[in-house]
């Protein structure tokens, strides 16, 4: 399973990677998303194609556990919004405009970095991306038994 997983999470990010180098080195697109999106993207691949040749493996690991924290919220709270997220979307909303509301999105695959500050008002939005919370559970247990080898060694 770690295999498949891995094998996984290095298409997600070809899918983004491949389509931002031909924007930046064909299209001369050098804008902050495109520049974002493909040195992410590019470092997603390095540090899992690192683990999946077992090279470097603890230092990956506790990156693509962080890169996957910090995708799993998206919030809007007193005038900033932020949301951060490649790959697979199926994300749990709760949002308060006059009235608390829920909704569930399933989205098979969003590109989005979006932080932004507006006046602020009474709007609250929280939302929680699974498969973002799902993947850094695992990078987690992976750094659990990479620990755990060491120390039996």
């Not at 506790?62 to 709270?77: K, P, R, S």
């Not at 009474?122 to 973002?132: D, L, Q, S, T, V």
Request: glycine share 2%; proline share 3%; net charge neutral.
């Amino acid at each position: 399973m770690k295999k498949h997983i891995i094998i996984y999470y290095i298409i997600i990010n070809l899918i983004c990677l491949i389509p931002s180098i031909i924007s930046v080195f064909i299209q001369f697109d050098f804008k902050f998303n495109t520049l974002f999106f493909f040195t992410f993207s590019l470092l997603n691949v390095i540090a899992i194609s690192s683990i999946y040749l077992n090279r470097v493996v603890k230092p990956s690991l506790y990156f693509l556990a962080l890169t996957n924290l910090i995708q799993v919220f998206t919030f809007v709270f007193l005038g900033f919004s932020y949301k951060f997220l490649l790959g697979p979307d199926i994300s749990f909303f709760v949002f308060d405009d006059g009235d608390l509301s829920t909704r569930l999105t399933a989205i098979p695959y969003n590109i989005i970095f979006d932080i932004d500050s507006f006046e602020v008002d009474n709007n609250f939005m929280f939302g929680f991306n699974f498969i973002h919370f799902w993947l850094f559970l695992f990078f987690n247990k992976l750094i659990i038994e990479e620990k755990k080898l060491k120390s039996n060694l």
